[in-house]
C-alpha cells in the first residue's frame, strides 16, 4: 500500500515521495523574469524535502499574467533565470514543474497587497481577452472576444512556451485550466458564449484545450509527464460541474494527460463554497476512480492527514499550497511525525535527531 513517502514514477520521471508544493503566485517579477526571491522559496521547499516542486502560474505571453509581477516564459531571454531554479530544486533531489497559464479575463489586476483590482489602462493595466466578451466583474472592462485567428496563435504560444520550458530543464509540465483563467473561462459554459466551433457543446468547450495539448506534445518531450489543472466545478448552478470533469478526463487521457490536478471554482464572483479541511479531496478520487491518476488540493495541513489521503487510494499526490508558506520543511517534519525514513540535506544533518 502506497502511503505519503512512497515514491510515484510516472514515465520516465520518479518523484520521490507523494508531497508537492503547489504553484502558488509570488508577484514578484520584473517583465516576467524570475529572480532571488522565486530561486529562495522554491528552492527552500526542495530543500525542505518536497518530491514536486510546480513553478507558478507562468504566463505564455505577456497579456496573460494576472498581474504585472507575475512569471513569463514568452521570450527566450526568459530562460535562464528558471533553468538556475530548476538546476538547483533538481540538485535537493526533487522534481522540477512548471505550470503553463494564461489569465483571460482576470489578466491585467493590481498585486494582492495593494487591493488586487483590475489595473485601468492609465494605471499601466492592458486589454484583456476571453472566448466571449463578459467581464469577470462589475466595474471591470469587458475583455476582447478572441478571433479563431487570434485562438490560434495563443495556441502556438502554448506551444513555444513549452519548448522553453523544455530547454530550462523542467521535467514536468503541468496546463493551467482553472482557477476562471482563460482554458477554464472556455470550457464552462458560464463564460463561453460563442456559436462557432470552440462553443456550445461540451465538444466544442473543450477544443481550444485539446488543439493546445497536441500542439505542446509536439514539443513536449513523450516520456516527460504532462499535467492538467482543472476546477472541477464552478460550484455555480449550470457552470462547468463534477460530471463535466469525469468526462474531460475521458478524453485527457486519450489525449495524453498523465494526472489531473483537481482544485474548484474561480471563474465567478461572488461565489459561496463550502470550504473545510480536505474540501476538494472527493474530486480528485472521482477522477482516479476514473481511471486517472490525481492530485488533491486544498486545505491539506497535516502529515497524517496527506497521509491518510494516500494510503486510502483517494488521491496519488497531496498538493500544499499555504501550508508550504507557513513551513517550507514541511517533507522532513511530516516524516519525523510518521516516523519515516527522508533524507536530509547534508548540510542539515546536525539537525535531524
Avoid at 503566485?25 to 530543500?47: E, I, K, P, T
Avoid at 495593494?114 to 481577452?129: D, I
Avoid at 465567478?268 to 474540501?279: C, N, R
Amino acid at each position: 500500500m502506497a502511503n505519503l513517502f512512497s515514491p510515484l514514477t510516472i514515465k520516465s520521471v520518479t518523484i520521490k515521495n507523494r508531497i508537492a508544493v503547489s504553484p502558488m503566485c509570488q508577484y514578484s517579477a520584473l517583465d516576467g523574469f524570475a529572480n532571488n526571491w522565486h530561486l529562495v522559496h522554491l528552492g527552500a521547499r526542495a530543500v525542505g524535502g518536497a518530491g514536486l516542486v510546480l513553478m507558478e502560474a507562468t504566463g505564455v505571453r505577456a497579456e496573460g499574467r494576472i498581474t504585472p509581477g507575475c512569471l513569463g516564459i514568452w521570450k527566450d531571454e526568459q530562460i535562464g533565470p528558471l533553468k538556475n531554479i530548476v538546476d538547483f530544486i533538481q540538485q535537493q533531489g526533487a522534481v522540477a514543474g512548471i505550470q503553463l497559464a494564461h489569465a483571460g479575463r482576470k489578466a491585467s489586476c493590481n498585486l494582492p497587497w495593494k487591493g488586487g483590482l483590475q489595473l485601468s489602462l492609465e494605471e499601466g493595466g492592458w486589454t484583456t481577452v476571453a472566448p466571449s466578451a463578459i467581464a469577470f466583474a462589475d466595474k471591470e472592462r469587458e475583455p476582447v472576444e478572441l478571433s479563431i485567428e487570434a485562438i490560434q496563435e495563443l495556441i502556438q504560444d502554448f506551444k513555444a512556451a513549452a519548448g522553453r520550458a523544455k530547454e530550462a530543464g523542467f521535467q514536468l509540465l503541468e496546463i493551467h485550466a482553472a482557477h476562471g483563467y482563460l482554458i477554464h473561462q472556455f470550457l464552462s459554459p458560464l463564460s463561453n458564449k460563442r456559436t462557432d466551433k470552440y462553443g456550445g457543446s461540451f465538444e466544442n468547450r473543450i477544443r481550444f484545450l485539446q488543439e493546445l495539448v497536441t500542439a505542446v506534445q509536439e514539443v513536449w518531450p513523450a516520456d516527460l509527464p504532462l499535467f492538467l489543472r482543472v476546477s472541477a466545478t464552478d460550484w455555480v448552478e449550470n457552470g462547468w460541474k463534477l460530471e463535466d470533469t469525469l468526462q474531460l478526463a475521458d478524453h485527457a487521457k486519450k489525449w495524453g494527460i498523465d494526472l489531473m490536478d483537481c482544485s474548484s471554482g474561480g471563474n465567478m464572483g461572488g461565489v459561496k463554497i463550502p470550504t473545510g479541511p480536505g474540501y476538494q479531496v472527493p474530486f480528485a478520487t472521482a477522477v482516479k476512480e476514473r481511471g486517472m491518476l490525481s492530485a488533491a488540493v486544498g486545505q491539506i495541513t497535516t502529515a497524517v492527514q496527506a497521509d491518510e489521503i494516500i494510503r486510502s487510494e483517494k488521491a496519488d499526490l497531496v498538493l500544499l499550497a499555504r501550508e508550504m508558506l507557513r513551513d517550507p520543511y514541511f517533507a522532513l517534519h511530516a516524516a519525523a511525525e510518521l516516523g519515516e525514513e527522508i533524507t536530509w540535506p547534508s548540510p542539515y544533518l546536525r539537525a535531524a535527531k
